[in-house]
């Protein structure tokens, strides 16, 4: 027997599996194994043993090992200094407090997130093409050696700086929630995903990012944000920053933009034709034209100053939230798919829901317009 794969069988104990020394996979993931004995399995290239309660695990015997999965485990240390052949780990989801790489020269893969980990040697590694270690406890980062990294995920840290200026392989940066204060990405043009959500940006230049297609930089200190060169965006977050002003007249790929909770006075997304998803509420806007937006699914402008909005273009919205603005009517008489609509606390006097609006709706909220007098919902 080469290959066992006992997973969810709700085993806890695998006391025979010595006797199977030609295995070279082993897959006893998502069991109650409180401890896992390898040591007499030495031909082990495979191993999977996430989602037990392992506390810890020896496979300090296992030199083939090129694949080890134990994450979703409780292990508070685990030695791989003698799997020199690995090149894919998965440990995530421990209590790990140190990890030691540097022998596993030939990883390609390392997950590590949620752990305890205070610090992270991967100088060595220079192989890596996928490094995730967010949810830890580091203040520091050096990966000017993995210039092969396409991937690296390192939120919810403590860094405080992050120089990827070496890796221009990178398609996805996600360093979210860490005190970065500047991020220059200059350098990484290759560069499709970036979120830098939460890092304490007063600034962000992505001009030489033009391949990107998600960008989230929400709740920083950014007081402009220029996207003019980033065509291929697809998703813009930019909420909770001290933005004045946003042009996206150049991003016509756009199905999702998020630019709550800033200070614009204007937003036009007449060229945003592919716009299913438009959140510009918190602002101090008093106009918004939407007519050309005939994909939208969901928009939410709710805490601005508008007095009026044109909504019959928007025959597939399905969500519509229009709360705290100043309008005094409101017709959704050509919005047959809305399931959720939210007008509350304005100063509406009139409310058109002709044409069986009031059918589909699961949600509807129109209170505190204390002058609204006529709710039509019969048709002529």
Known sequence: VTTLNVSNDSISDLTGIEGFTALTNLHCGYNQLPSLDVSSNTALTNLNCLGNVLTALDVSSNTALTNLNC??????????????????????????????ISNT??????QC??????????????????????????DTLDVSNNTALTNLVCGNNQLTSLDVSNN?????????????????????????????????????????NTALTSLNCSYNQLTSLDVSANTSLTSLDCWSNQLTSLDVSTNTALTSLGCSYNDLTVLDVSNNTALTNLNCSGNELTALDVSNNTALLWLYCGWNGLTAVDMSNNTSLRLLTFNSNDLTSLDVSNNTELTTLDCSDNELTYLNMRNGITDALTTFDATDNTSLTCIETLDP
Request: net charge negative.
């Open 168 to 208: 221009t392989a990178l398609t996805n940066l996600d360093c979210r929630s860490n005190a970065l204060n500047t991020l220059d990405i200059s350098n990484n043009t290759a560069l499709e995903g970036l979120n830098c959500y939460s890092t304490q940006l007063t600034s962000l230049d992505v001009s030489s």
């Open 105 to 110: 020269t030939t990883l390609e893969l390392l």
């Open 113 to 138: 997130y949620n752990n305890e980990l205070t610090t992270l040697d991967v100088s060595n590694n220079t192989a890596l093409t996928d490094l995730r270690f967010s949810s830890n406890q580091l």
């Open 71 to 100: 994450r979703d485990n409780q292990l508070t240390t685990l030695d791989v200094s003698s799997n020199t052949a690995l090149t894919e780990l998965w440990c995530y989801n421990n209590q790990l407090t140190t990890l030691d």
